[in-house]
């Protein structure tokens, strides 16, 4: 693509640029508000008053211990205040509402993460294992006690020796069919069921996954029912564990390790959904490949990772605004007029949190299209096999950005916030710590985008199947990534990206809303077609040439997948943009826009000169492009991060309260009281030079 989307500014465009003062828009906050929270805008709000009550707040200073006793009776009151059923059937005491259980679960960040966490362990993992994995009598067995908590359970997947390779887990479940039970061993010390929540203390049972051997053969991966513990919380026969420990965050939750030695469990604990043992030993399958059966079973799952998504940007979130609420505060170093100047108005600050607003709103948008495609695929309403699978890519596709993006925003903010970010009263290094571990647990995010980039050289290789290079090449001319891959992995939020005409172009760099687009999918679309090409000798290749073949270019598919959630999230901002009536707020949030857009093309400015799709010139401009673009938002500051629509009780942080301004103002007043006094002392005079 040759470098056309950047056009020079010409003065006219300058003057126009100016003519409009940043001032003269405002955003109508509530109906950011509204967007931002998205479909299930209610059941948040209905989650964020709940969190109100301090009981439910993380409680800085308590040993891991007495942490972990908190949250759990805080999982107590969940319960009591009916927000964990939603997704469960109404003779569960449940509504079907899987996309607002999900909201509502994401909102639980603001107070603890650790309860937030605990909460997904019961009823996200193990009782969706029962739930999705099990048949009727399951449910009638296990979902009313695992949904009152009189039945704390642990989903014992990951192992010490295998975290993201489930398939290749070292737990065994072999079938007796005289006792007709099966037996639940692990072997050998890295088949130990590992970090698991719920697993250290509070856990009377767990869904265990384990390779399925009857009649002498290895039917691949299942989940069994497994009792752990008695009344008393001691362990039952052959099971045994330890404590994890203390641990870099989430130390309300009671993580540790299970064994078993030969754990005999009826035949009737094979959660069946999807594989089934008759009582003679005989295996049967609907599902005939046993990799797709694996797959389908796993997919089951996905909620976590949609729920990360969510959750981690929830986080983002909190972050700026405590961030952006103190620098618009806080003052430092004497400016022009005398005064302090105000850490927002400096324009590093403005550099530095700006963009990660910027990427923040893309991501509650993209999330909640995310959301949407959940709630159909596990509602029933769209329940298709490639609407699952198409569900399984995504979120793979999001879950890494927010998940790094968190972290990357409450680092930045916290640093942003000097050393009054480092007090633990102002939550944003234990906000840090906690979600350190988002970025690996629901999978390993590397893993995953590893996932998103097979699916793509997948619908990559169905374009162009049965065509000659000829074709192939008239095909690819003039194409977008949008024309050519929003078939299934590349674009199956939104379908397709709302009249991009009615957003206004970028103010200051006239890259209009298009030629974004087609800088960010033309770079997907490449970087797909590249690591594609270098992998078509693969098929005649061996086994071992063949893997060390794409070895060699994993890096450079992850980056693709990279990009290609980027795109996503970018095609999701847009379309809530042009989905707004209110002229300034729509304005405003197209600045927001450009600035997302702008700082992926900045981001990867190297991919774009090295490919010939921006000129150097192009290419030195775009940074002081951006720049101005901060200045243009930076009154909208404020506004921006309001429209998170927190409230104190969610932001608990003092120098986001209002009180860092009364400081500011207390010594304004002594100054001022002091130079009316006549009594200020005079600086003093530097030494005259003769």
Avoid at 111 to 135: E, N
Avoid at 211 to 220: A, E, F, K, R, S
Avoid at 303 to 313: I, K, N
Avoid at 500 to 518: I, N, P, T
Wanted: with cysteine; proline share 4%; glycine share 10%.
């Amino acid at each position: 693509m040759a470098d056309t989307a950047v056009r020079p500014q010409t003065s006219r465009d300058a003057r126009a640029a100016e003519s409009a003062p940043p001032e003269a828009a405002r955003i109508d906050v509530p109906l950011v508000t509204d967007l931002l929270l998205g479909t299930w805008a209610d059941v948040r709000r209905t989650a964020r008053e709940m969190i109100k009550d301090p009981a439910f707040w993380r409680e800085d200073g308590l040993t891991h211990h007495q942490h972990r006793e908190r949250v759990f009776q805080q999982l107590k009151k969940l319960v009591a205040h009916n927000s964990i059923a939603r997704a469960m059937p109404a003779e569960y005491g449940g509504e079907n509402n899987n996309g607002g259980n999900l909201a509502s679960f994401e909102e639980l960040v603001f107070a603890d993460p650790s309860l937030q966490i605990k909460a997904g362990v019961q009823w996200g993992l193990f009782t969706s294992a029962i739930y999705q994995l099990g048949t009727k009598p399951h449910h009638d067995k296990w979902l009313p006690a695992s949904l009152s908590l009189d039945l704390p359970g642990a989903f014992a997947m990951t192992e010490t020796g295998h975290g993201s390779d489930v398939a290749a887990i070292g737990t065994t479940a072999t079938y007796d069919a005289e006792a007709e039970e099966f037996l639940i061993h692990t072997p050998f010390r890295g088949a130990w069921k590992d970090y698991l929540g719920n697993a250290a203390v509070h856990g009377k049972a767990a869904t265990v996954f384990a390779q399925l051997i009857t009649g002498g053969v290895n039917y691949g991966v299942h989940c069994f029912f497994v009792p752990l513990r008695d009344d008393d919380g001691a362990f039952l026969p052959g099971v045994g564990g330890e404590d994890d420990g203390v641990k870099g965050g989430l130390n309300g939750i009671d993580n540790g390790r299970l064994h078993f030695d030969h754990v005999r469990v009826p035949r009737e604990n094979l959660l069946n959904r999807y594989g089934d043992v008759a009582a003679d030993g005989t295996y049967s399958s609907a599902i005939a490949s046993p990799g797709r059966r694996f797959f389908t079973m796993l997919g089951a799952l996905v909620q976590g990772r949609v729920s990360l998504d969510g959750s981690a940007t929830n986080a983002s979130a909190l972050a700026l605004k405590i961030a952006v609420t103190y620098g618009n505060q806080r003052r430092q170093f004497a400016g022009a007029a005398g005064a302090e100047t105000v850490l927002m108005d400096y324009g590093k600050h403005q550099r530095r949190l700006l963009p990660r607003i910027a990427t923040t709103y893309a991501q509650a948008f993209a999330h909640d299209e995310l959301l949407q495609k959940f709630h159909g695929v596990f509602g029933g309403e769209t329940d298709t096999e490639q609407n699952r699978e198409d569900l399984e890519t995504l979120a793979a596709a999001l879950k890494p950005l927010s998940t790094w993006h968190a972290l990357d925003t409450l680092q930045e903010a916290r640093e942003a916030c000097g050393g009054a970010g480092y007090l633990g009263e102002n939550r944003l290094v234990n906000l840090r710590q906690d979600l350190d571990v988002y970025a690996t647990f629901e999978g390993d995010n590397n893993v995953l985008l590893q996932l998103v980039g097979k699916r793509l050289l997948g619908d990559y290789a169905k374009q162009f199947k049965g065509k000659d290079p000829k074709e192939i090449a008239a095909f690819v001319v003039g194409q977008t990534a949008g024309k050519v891959f929003h078939g299934a992995g590349l674009r199956q939020l939104g379908q397709a990206v709302a009249d991009l005409g009615q957003v206004a172009r970028s103010v200051e760099l006239g890259l209009r809303a298009k030629d974004q687009h087609e800088l960010l999918a033309g770079r997907v679309q490449q970087m797909v077609a590249d690591v594609a090409g270098r992998l078509r000798p693969a098929a005649k290749l061996g086994p071992e040439a063949a893997a060390a073949l794409f070895n060699e270019n994993q890096v450079e598919l992850l980056e693709a997948a990279r990009a290609h959630g980027e795109l996503l999230q970018w095609e999701a901002f847009t379309d809530a943009v042009a989905s707004i009536e209110d002229e300034g707020t729509r304005q405003i949030l197209g600045w927001l826009r450009d600035l997302f857009g702008l700082g992926l093309i900045e981001k990867h400015l190297a991919w774009y000169l090295l490919h010939g799709r921006l000129s150097n010139q192009r290419a030195i401009a775009l940074s002081r492009y951006i720049d101005r673009l901060c200045l243009r938002l930076r009154p909208h500051a404020q506004d921006l991060v309001d429209a998170f629509g927190l409230e104190p009780e969610h932001v608990r942080a003092p120098i986001a309260s209002g009180a860092e301004q009364e400081r500011q103002d207390e010594a304004a007043a002594h100054y001022a009281d002091l130079a009316a006094s006549g009594e200020a002392p005079v600086k003093e005079k530097k030494p005259q030079r003769g």
